[in-house]
């Protein structure tokens, strides 16, 4: 949840550990504060707040130092202040440590280490660390890699720990379990992040870490060792995309540029995914015909937005491979004692590829049997490499903390699972999975066209920004629409916003219709089994309560009652998903500037939820 950053080289660590933490700050801003090694002696500053309070106060020109460290913070243990920011120094103002994720005893560390005399300063379960490290390292003569070694083994939760040491300035010192690390390797200096964002702008050359590894880097060395010291030959690998394409191109927010950015990423995750037989590419699952024509179950773990796309997964591959399939909220998935066998497909959902409860159910899956394919739009991230087998997405960089393009490369990955399925065990022929897929290339197109047409929505938008509570209704693949377009007005916002299926309204949900409430209606594909039709009478009960009501549907579909129709192109019913939320996304954005919130970096939020 937290941003980290380490630093050893010949230029000022001032320069790449702030412009590290400038890419970081979506992982979190409650907090932010820099440790340099100078001279024998440790500068450290620290500030609640964004990031440009700590900017602020190293305006004063902090000393010249080589190497450091650097946090932002998503606040857990103890709320956002100066003293609760990172990094955390132990008594004798030495050594300074950072942290990402939970330190579960860190309550009973602390008694131990307060009965030897060690003194506190914050709330933090991080502070402890800083203390045990600190005793830890005189054990071992002054070698911080073997401290870290042993405080690892001392430590329960779930974490990323990097530490700097003022009597050896030019060594920090890192590790990870169940939490993001990764180290770039530079010219003549070197890295250790939470995310290859961090220093991109210096490398795109990048070590993955495994889980419980210790690294050591300083200006012209790595050293990776296990808990028990031996050494682990580095996996390294080339970062895809480029330094621009972290940064905000002009937009006023990333947000708006990731929407802007969708029909790309869409037409990328969709490239070279059909051979020139009609076959769907898709090797990546690592699967054979036979392992495919055995699949009996599906279930699908994620959270948040990619669990809405995970919802869409259970409408494609029922609809086209005729498998049944679950969705599972992944927090709630390992504690009810899931019924999983050797016939159980377990897709696992993650743009970040750390999201704590996904990967933790993951674990839970594979451990009873079951195979697990991630879809995933970072390389070389935890669940990834965990998995059996990982479809990426190639959305490249995501920075808003609201995720848009991220979610519809998600959708076109499940489809594409789907279609593969289908093709494979024969319950879709290949002309039928052609024409599919065909219609799968025209949604870059599409999603422009609503791009190209969305300054009225905006406009209109506007109107609606004084107003507490928005519905959403949808039916059948509608219904994850619904509930994705309230999350983000949750999300951007901070408003009273929900979703519901349809056919639910008169069970309860009507009763929070009044006068002038804000109804927003995704109206079903017009097809045989007449929901269409069941959504208009929808559309005049709440008109009939009062409620505003706007329409997203398709060009040409006839409508009564809606006081502002969002028109979007034609498309097959189970695609309509992937049009369907691009007005939703501009909707929340413009809602959240009308109201003057913070856009890329919502209030409580932080991109990737590294935490259970």
């Avoid at 050893?8 to 932010?32: F, K, M, N, W």
């Avoid at 049944?324 to 009810?336: L, N």
């Amino acid at each position: 949840m937290c941003g980290i950053v380490g630093y050893c080289g010949s230029q000022s660590a001032v320069t790449p550990l702030i412009q590290a933490l400038r890419h970081l700050e979506y992982r979190g801003y409650d907090s932010a504060g820099i440790a340099l090694g100078v001279g024998g002696r440790l500068f450290v500053e620290k500030r609640a707040g964004k990031l440009a309070n700590l900017e602020s106060a190293l305006d004063a020109s902090p000393p010249l130092a080589h190497s450091g460290i650097g946090h932002t913070r998503w606040a857990t243990h103890g709320g956002p202040s100066d003293h609760n920011a990172h990094p955390h120094v132990d008594n004798d103002g030495k050594l300074a440590v950072i942290h990402n994720g939970i330190i579960e005893n860190y309550s009973e560390l602390r008694v131990r280490l307060q009965s030897r005399g060690h003194t506190f300063s914050s709330e933090t379960d991080t502070e402890s660390v800083a203390h045990l490290l600190s005793d830890l390292r005189k054990e071992h003569q002054g070698d911080l890699a073997a401290a870290m070694r042993d405080a690892v083994k001392a430590l329960r939760g779930s974490f990323t720990l990097v530490a700097i040491h003022a009597d050896a300035p030019d060594v920090v010192v890192g590790v990870r379990r169940n939490s993001p690390l990764v180290v770039g390797l530079g010219d003549g200096e070197n890295f250790l992040a939470s995310d290859v964002a961090a220093f991109i702008d210096y490398t795109k050359r990048a070590i993955e870490l495994g889980q419980d590894e210790v690294v050591r880097i300083t200006p012209t060395t790595v050293e990776i060792t296990d808990l028990g010291g031996r050494q682990i030959e580095p996996k390294e690998y080339e970062i895809s995309w480029s330094p621009s394409a972290a940064q905000k191109g002009g937009f006023t927010h990333f947000m708006l540029k990731e929407i802007f950015e969708q029909p790309k990423a869409v037409a990328d995750t969709l490239i070279g995914r059909l051979s020139d037989n009609k076959q769907i590419v898709l090797d990546d699952l690592q699967m054979s015909a036979d392992q495919i024509r055995a699949i009996k179950k599906i279930t699908v773990i994620a959270c948040g937005t990619a669990y809405h796309a995970g919802m869409i997964a259970k409408y494609a591959i029922e609809k086209w491979a005729k498998i049944p399939v679950e969705v599972e909220i992944a927090s709630e998935y390992r504690y009810r004692d899931p019924i999983i066998d050797v016939g159980t497909l377990i897709l696992a959902i993650s743009q970040s590829g750390e999201t704590m409860d996904t990967l933790m159910a993951l674990r839970h899956a594979k451990a009873s049997g079951a195979r697990v394919v991630a879809i995933c739009n970072t390389n070389s991230s935890t669940i990834p490499r965990e998995a059996d087998a990982v479809l990426y997405t190639r959305a490249g960089p995501e920075i808003a903390v609201a995720s848009t393009k991220a979610l519809l490369t998600q959708m076109i990955a499940v489809y594409l699972i789907a279609l593969h399925i289908a093709q494979v065990n024969g319950a879709l022929n290949d002309r039928q999975v052609e024409e599919l897929y065909n219609e799968l290339l025209e949604l870059p197109g599409k999603i422009q066209a609503i791009l190209e047409t969305v300054e009225p929505l905006r406009a209109l938008t506007r109107s609606f920004a004084q107003n507490n509570i928005v519905l959403f209704l949808g039916r059948n693949i509608g219904y994850p629409v619904a509930l994705e377009g309230a999350l983000k007005l949750k999300e951007l916002a901070y408003i009273h916003a929900e979703g519901f299926a349809g056919g639910e309204l008169k069970h309860g949900p009507i009763a929070l219709i009044d006068k002038g409430t804000p109804v927003i209606v995704i109206l079903p594909v017009a097809h045989e089994d007449g929901l269409d039709e069941k959504m208009k009478s929808n559309i005049q009960e709440v008109k009939a309560r009062g409620a505003r009501v706007i329409v997203i549907a398709e060009e040409g579909a006839h409508i009564e009652g809606a006081e502002h129709i969002i028109r979007i192109p034609v498309a097959p019913a189970l695609l309509q998903p992937v049009l369907a939320t691009v007005p939703l996304q501009v909707f929340a954005y413009e809602m959240a500037v009308a109201r003057g919130n913070d856009v890329d970096q919502p209030r409580n939020l932080a991109k990737s939820v590294t935490v259970e």
